[in-house]
């Protein structure tokens, strides 16, 4: 049986930038602007930019977080800055030559490093590329071999004015052990002096290697290559022993996972042998065997599995998202800084589901802003974080975005100027009616994210179209119908679909039960902060229930609902529908009705967010919630605990979609799974054979 096999291509990078364009580097921090010519290594691992005077700046590509060009890249705030671009003369045309490349070890430390081509039309061909080579799935998953080379390059990048290599360069490069580095360094045939220069044709990588090879020996790897041959090389036959017996993970099942052939282990010996007449007599030498250990087909992650992209054709509820929580957050959830670039880093990562926490702005603009309520957290405006999620929604994943709304604004006004700004900024972008292949009803499932690329969709409490005033009567007298039509049904039920206030008292009933609902994170979370808001019936929980008009119509496939039960989630049947669980809830819940809740996400949709007490942005093991199914495991993106390493780990699968299928058992109605039980309820390969008798 032979596999398909799925491979990660290495970075394109374009003839254009490693020739390189002039562009002029201006700071934020300075009035001062200098002449640059910036290219790209053929290889993709470093931007860097030369001055008049000949002094190069690298910028690793694996530290790029974006690139950005126009109206959103960063412009010159000084006057003599901005009089140098012309930017205040009115047929400038400057936007046509911004471009900012965006870097830093993390999403909260970054640096800006900012650019005016002096062309036009060239800044955003550049971004693009940039970009792509920075988020090549080869290159952030590389090999050991791949960080050598790296290192090879900036070496050789790094010459003096004369065009030849310092060999101080490679004493600061491995500043460990300076006698080693010389010994090194005479092992390779190459100038040790400190102030020593070498050709570039001399400083070749097979010269580098040998370096290499004498600076770091490996002893174990060596006796493990004398384990299977007592002389100077491996034989085509001990080195398949090796590969099939040694290297192998003798748990694999041969017929999912078969031994290499032989075509393939000459071609491994091809690949890595330095020596072309060792190779050519089917040989590998001790150096070509220790290349092949740092080669790719040893990586910790099987290439074929990063590759591999996933059926996205299913039901989104099919699905684990990735989830931010107080998305707009730098630091802590007491006294940290927003700020709209969270927004921009997290989609950017592959996160398909934000967090915005929307508050009423104050006079005289009264722009609603984004916060963590009752906290010492600053404010952005809502609209700025709008504008980041248009520009950077779909830049590294095509697939549907969920913004999860947390509205705590209690006006008309400024509740029409947010869905206005949707509206303006998504553009087409935005879902915000839905699809006539997928009504909202019962028993229908939701669309899957194939069917949504490109869009966003918006998670906001769905209320009626009615005012105020004639909501609390319509859900009083619903709440009154229903107790004694149907003692048994909740007022609390989640809302039907765009309810018409003229529409039959079925339809008004769907709109009362809507309105009375509470905000699902006001009513499970343990925060303090959130215990005050629920102190008045007036406070900031009662103004989250009302979903004016504009902001309700604009919400469909996600709808926000208080969880009630299993039971009564599983007869209403609404795929639609989603429900928020704080991570203790959910935690008591997987540990009591761990079944009962796989089959609820097999339908529908949760979400998971941290408790109130954590806040230092800690994050809790998100583990136990995806073994049940749990689809939007929102985390602390500002935290690089080991939460969120396990996270951003297991969503490098699936090209960084930010979407990953569930197993069949967490999918199909007719399988049953229980997280605590050994045994899995699926077919496992295995031989019949038949005896005649």
């Given at each position: 049986m032979n596999k398909k096999r799925y491979f990660l291509d290495p970075p394109e990078v374009k003839d254009y930038l490693v020739k390189g364009e002039r562009f002029t580097k201006w700071s934020e921090d300075t009035t001062k602007t200098v002449p640059v010519t910036m290219k790209m290594d053929p290889k993709g691992f470093y931007v860097y930019w030369t001055n008049q005077s000949k002094e190069t700046t690298f910028l690793d590509v694996a530290t790029i977080r974006d690139t950005r060009t126009g109206k959103y890249a960063k412009l010159p705030k000084h006057p003599k800055v901005r009089n140098v671009f012309n930017l205040d003369f009115p047929d400038s045309n400057h936007l046509a030559k911004t471009l900012t490349i965006?870097?830093?070890?993390?999403?909260?430390?970054?640096?800006?490093?900012?650019?005016?081509?002096?062309?036009?039309?060239?800044?955003q061909n550049w971004a693009d590329d940039i970009l792509a080579v920075a988020?090549?799935?080869?290159?952030?998953?590389?090999?050991?071999?791949?960080?050598?080379?790296?290192?090879?390059?900036?070496?050789?990048?790094?010459?003096?004015?004369?065009?030849?290599?310092?060999?101080?360069?490679?004493?600061?490069?491995?500043?460990?052990?300076?006698?080693?580095?010389?010994?090194?360094?005479?092992?390779?045939?190459?100038?040790?002096?400190?102030?020593?220069?070498?050709?570039?044709?001399?400083?070749?990588e097979a010269a580098f290697r040998t370096f290499l090879t004498n600076l770091c020996p490996r002893p174990e790897?060596?006796?493990?290559?004398?384990?299977?041959?007592?002389?100077?090389?491996?034989?085509?036959?001990?080195?398949?022993?090796?590969?099939?017996?040694?290297?192998?993970?003798?748990?694999?099942?041969?017929?999912?996972?078969?031994?290499?052939?032989?075509d393939q282990i000459k071609a491994l010996i091809d690949k890595y042998e330095p020596c072309s007449s060792n190779s050519n007599r089917g040989l590998i030498s001790p150096e070509g065997f220790l290349f092949f250990l740092m080669g790719p087909e040893t990586s910790a992650v099987i290439q074929d599995k990063l590759a591999k992209c996933q059926d996205m054709t299913q039901p989104i509820p099919h699905y684990f998202i990735k989830s931010s929580h107080n998305t707009y957050l730098t630091a802590g959830q007491f006294s940290g800084v927003s700020s709209p670039e969270m927004y921009r880093q997290c989609l950017l990562s592959g996160c398909r589901c934000l967090e915005l926490d929307c508050w009423k702005g104050k006079p005289p603009d009264e722009e609603p802003v984004i916060t963590h309520g009752f906290t010492m957290c600053t404010e952005i405006l809502f609209k700025d974080v709008i504008e980041a999620i248009a520009e950077s929604a779909f830049k590294t994943s095509k697939y549907p975005v969920v913004l999860s709304f947390e509205n705590h604004v209690?006006?008309?006004?400024?509740?029409?100027?947010?869905?206005?700004?949707?509206?303006?900024?998504?553009?087409?972008?935005?879902?915000?009616?839905p699809l006539e292949k997928y009504p909202l009803k019962p028993g229908q499932q939701i669309p899957s994210p194939s069917e949504l690329m490109g869009k966003i969709l918006i998670k906001n409490k769905k209320g009626s179209h009615e005012k105020p005033a004639q909501t609390k009567k319509i859900s009083a007298a619903v709440t009154e119908q229903t107790a004694a039509a149907e003692p048994a049904q909740d007022p609390n039920a989640?809302?039907?679909?765009?309810?018409?206030?003229?529409?039959?008292?079925?339809?008004?009933?769907?709109?009362?039960?809507?309105?009375?609902?509470?905000?699902?994170?006001?009513?499970?979370?343990?925060?303090?902060?959130?215990?005050?808001?629920?102190?008045?019936?007036?406070?900031?929980?009662?103004?989250?229930?009302?979903?004016?008009?504009?902001?309700?119509?604009?919400?469909?496939?996600?709808?926000?609902?208080?969880?009630?039960?299993?039971?009564?989630?599983?007869?209403?049947?609404?795929?639609?529908?989603?429900?928020?669980?704080?991570e203790t809830k959910g935690e008591a819940m997987i540990a009591k009705t761990a079944v009962e809740f796989v089959?609820?996400?097999?339908?529908?949709?949760?979400?998971?967010?941290?408790?109130?007490?954590?806040?230092?942005?800690?994050?809790?093991?998100?583990?136990?919630?995806?073994?049940?199914?749990?689809?939007?495991?929102?985390?602390?993106?500002?935290?690089?605990?080991?939460?969120?390493?396990?996270?951003?780990?297991?969503?490098?699968?699936?090209?960084?979609?930010?979407?990953?299928?569930?197993?069949?058992?967490?999918?199909?109605s007719d399988k049953k799974f229980d997280p605590f039980c050994d045994r899995i309820d699926t077919v496992v390969a295995s031989t019949l054979t038949i005896k005649a008798g």
């Open positions: 965006v870097s830093g070890p993390d999403m909260v430390n970054l640096t800006y490093h900012n650019f005016f081509a002096s062309k036009e039309k060239v800044t988020y090549n799935a080869a290159r952030t998953n590389a090999c050991r071999q791949i960080f050598l080379e790296k290192i090879y390059i900036r070496i050789s990048l790094q010459t003096n004015k004369d065009g030849k290599i310092p060999v101080k360069n490679i004493y600061k490069m491995f500043p460990a052990d300076k006698k080693r580095v010389e010994s090194a360094l005479a092992a390779a045939h190459l100038p040790k002096g400190k102030y020593d220069t070498i050709k570039p044709d001399v400083f070749t790897i060596y006796e493990i290559f004398t384990s299977y041959s007592t002389k100077p090389t491996m034989t085509k036959d001990n080195f398949t022993k090796f590969l099939n017996e040694k290297q192998r993970d003798s748990r694999l099942n041969e017929e999912l996972f078969p031994r290499l052939r032989q209690d006006s008309v006004k400024q509740q029409e100027k947010m869905a206005n700004y949707c509206k303006t900024m998504f553009g087409d972008a935005l879902l915000t009616e989640s809302s039907q679909d765009g309810s018409d206030p003229a529409a039959p008292t079925q339809e008004n009933q769907a709109e009362g039960e809507a309105a009375a609902e509470d905000n699902e994170e006001q009513e499970d979370t343990e925060e303090q902060d959130e215990e005050k808001m629920k102190t008045s019936d007036e406070g900031t929980a009662g103004q989250e229930v009302t979903a004016y008009e504009a902001m309700s119509s604009i919400v469909n496939y996600i709808q926000p609902s208080k969880f009630i039960s299993f039971e009564n989630a599983k007869k209403k049947n609404k795929s639609y529908v989603i429900s928020s669980f704080v089959e609820y996400n097999k339908r529908q949709m949760s979400r998971i967010y941290p408790k109130g007490t954590r806040m230092d942005s800690s994050n809790y093991s998100p583990q136990p919630f995806w073994n049940v199914g749990c689809q939007m495991v929102a985390l602390n993106y500002q935290t690089m605990d080991f939460p969120m390493q396990l996270n951003m780990a297991l969503f490098e699968f699936n090209s960084r979609t930010g979407y990953l299928l569930k197993h069949d058992v967490m999918r199909r």
